[in-house]
C-alpha cells in the first residue's frame, strides 16, 4: 500500500447551527487520483478548504505525511506541497501566458522578488526548460504569447493548472475544474489532466461525474456533511444511500415493488 498523504480525522466545520462538514473521515495516498462528488450543498467545497488551510475545522484533525496541519495557514500547507490551483487575478490578466507561467515558476522557487522579476527578469527566463515543458503538457504553446485576458475560460483552466504543477505539488487539489466549460474545453482539461495520472496525487471535487468516472481511481460520495459511500464508481453508483440522495431514486418503493408479486 502506498502512504498516506492527507488524512482527515473526524473533522467538523459549522456555520452557525450548520455543520456543513460533519464528522469527516478521509485518507489520500501517494499517486492516487480520488473524486469527491455530491450534490450542491453536500458540503464539499467546505471540505477542500478544510484541506487547503482556509478554514479551520470546529473539531478533528488534518495530517500531512503524519504531520498536524489542522492549524497551518494555506502558505504553510504550500511549502509541504499541499496545493489548490492558482486563481488567476485581473492583476495577471494583463500578462502573457508564459509571463504568468514565469512568475509561478520564480514565486515557487523563490529565486527572485516579483519585483525584480517585473523589473528586469521575465524575459531572460522565457526560455526556462521546465517551463518550457510545462507549456508543452498542458497544451499551451500556442498560446504563449496571448495576453491572459483573450483567453477562453477553458484555457485559463488550463494555464492555472499548469502554473500550479511548476510548483511541483505533492498534493493537487482542485474544486470543480470543470465549472463554467463549453464541451470542447473540459476535453481539453481533461486531456491534461489525463497526463498527469500515475505521477500526481490528486484530489478532484466535481459536481459533473459523468466527465471524471472513467479516470477516477476512488469515489467519495458526500451529502449533508458526511461521508455515505466509498469505492469504485458502480459501487458508489449502487450504493442505496447514493441512490436515494444522489440520484434522489425512492429506494424503499423501488424495494417494495420488487418484492410484490
Ligand atoms: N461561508 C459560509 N457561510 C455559511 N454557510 C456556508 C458557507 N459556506 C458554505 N455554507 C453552507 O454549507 C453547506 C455546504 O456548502 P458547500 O461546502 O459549498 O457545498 P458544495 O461545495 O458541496 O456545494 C451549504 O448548505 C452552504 O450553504
Ligand atoms: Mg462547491
Redesign the pocket.
Known amino acids: 500500500m502506498s502512504i498516506e498523504l492527507l488524512k482527515a480525522s473526524h473533522v467538523t ?1 459549522r ?2 447551527a ?1 455543520a ?2 460533519n464528522d469527516v473521515s478521509y485518507t489520500l495516498r501517494e499517486h492516487e487520483v480520488a473524486g469527491i462528488i ?12 478544510l484541506l487547503t488551510g482556509l ?1 479551520t475545522p470546529d473539531s478533528g484533525s488534518i495530517h500531512y505525511r503524519g504531520t498536524d496541519i489542522t492549524r497551518d495557514t494555506p502558505q504553510q500547507r504550500v511549502a509541504h506541497g499541499v496545493m489548490r490551483t492558482f486563481q488567476l487575478t485581473s492583476t495577471f490578466d494583463n500578462l502573457t501566458v508564459i509571463d504568468n507561467l514565469v512568475l509561478a515558476f520564480f514565486r515557487a522557487h523563490r529565486k527572485s522578488s516579483l519585483l525584480q522579476l517585473f523589473l528586469n527578469t521575465c524575459k531572460q527566463h522565457r526560455n526556462n526548460d521546465k517551463i518550457a515543458e510545462v507549456l508543452e503538457t498542458f497544451d499551451l504553446r500556442d498560446l504563449r504569447d496571448r495576453e491572459v485576458r483573450n483567453l477562453s475560460l477553458g484555457e485559463k483552466r488550463r494555464l492555472e493548472i499548469a502554473m500550479t504543477m511548476l510548483a511541483e505539488p505533492k498534493v493537487l487539489l482542485l ?2 475544474p470543470l465549472a463554467g466549460l463549453a464541451e470542447s474545453e473540459i476535453q481539453a482539461v481533461l486531456a491534461i489532466l489525463r497526463r498527469q495520472v500515475g505521477q500526481q496525487t490528486i484530489l478532484i ?1 466535481e ?1 459533473k461525474l459523468s466527465h471524471v468516472k472513467e479516470f477516477l481511481q476512488r469515489l467519495t460520495v ?1 451529502h ?2 458526511r461521508i455515505i459511500a466509498e469505492g469504485g464508481y458502480e459501487e458508489c453508483m449502487n450504493h442505496p444511500e447514493v441512490r436515494r440522495s444522489y440520484w434522489q431514486i425512492d429506494v424503499d418503493a423501488e424495494a417494495a415493488a420488487q418484492a410484490a408479486p
Do not use: I, P, Q, R
Open positions: 466545520k456555520f452557525g450548520l456543513a462538514v455530491g450534490s450542491n450543498g453536500a458540503g464539499k467545497t467546505t471540505f477542500f478548504n478554514y474544486d470543480e471535487v459536481h458526500m449533508e456533511g
